[in-house]
């Protein structure tokens, strides 16, 4: 089944205790993106790539991290976490260099305390 | 900036009715734009996608259609069902770097 698979989908941790947020797509998709939602902001872009190696930024980089090393996974690294990073995470996957249909995950709640 | 806005915020109807849901945009300098459907505790389902090239798209009782110029998109629900009740979102990436851009959501509960 073609998927976009997110874990942990829910996690509670404290401030400054580094984290990982995994995203592993099987459609062989090139583009990726990370966003988180929150109430009253909608959703906003973190990160993309655009294929292995790619990276950029999106509209609120800040405190986050990623890396591309292989075309199906593009962990989201929040290397010290602040109560201001408690959001709905979700990653994508579009086939394309640029995104055409997007497939999301099902979403990773995170709270920072 | 871009800024893309989604009215209304909320919309209640009585099953059966058609509707139209709006998005709008104000730089029109897009790659293309997607509408999406979000349902609660859910990840974000795609609907409908719209290059710029095109005016626009449909799938079932589904149709959006795309006027760049003007900055505005509207997705057509027709014969509603309490099966569309969710949160339509639409996403215009841009041109020029390949950024997603979101509206905040009309969130529309379908009566029976």
């Known amino acids: 089944e073609a998927q976009v698979t997110q874990n942990p989908r829910y996690l509670i941790t404290v401030t400054g205790k580094k984290l990982t947020v995994t995203c592993s797509q099987n459609?062989?998709?090139?583009?990726m993106s990370w966003y988180r939602q929150d109430p009253g902001l909608g959703l906003r872009q973190i990160y993309y790539?655009?294929?292995?190696?790619?990276?950029d930024k999106g509209d609120v980089p800040e405190g986050y991290k990623v890396s591309r090393k292989e075309k199906r996974n593009f962990p989201l690294i929040l290397e010290s976490p602040s109560p201001n990073q408690t959001s709905l995470y979700f990653c994508?996957?579009?086939?394309?260099?640029?995104?055409?249909?997007?497939?999301f995950g099902e979403g990773s709640r995170l709270t920072v305390l | 900036k871009q800024e893309v806005t989604q009215i209304p915020a909320a919309l209640s109807v009585p099953e059966g009715e058609n509707l139209v849901l709006n998005c709008s945009f104000t730089d029109s300098a897009i790659y293309n734009l997607q509408w999406f459907r979000q349902d609660p505790g859910k990840g974000l389902t795609s609907l409908l996608l719209?290059?710029?090239s095109q005016r626009e798209q449909t799938s079932g009782r589904l149709n959006a259609s795309l006027d760049k110029s003007s900055g505005r998109s509207t997705l057509y629900i027709a014969a509603s069902q309490p099966g569309d009740s969710a949160t339509y979102l639409c996403a215009v990436l841009m041109d020029s770097n390949y950024q997603l851009i979101w509206g905040a959501g009309t969130k529309l509960i379908i009566k029976p």
């Open positions: 994508a996957s579009s086939f394309g260099l640029s995104p055409g249909e997007l497939f």
């Open positions: 790539s655009m294929n292995v190696e790619v990276t």
């Open positions: 719209i290059q710029s």
């Open positions: 459609m062989n998709h090139e583009y």
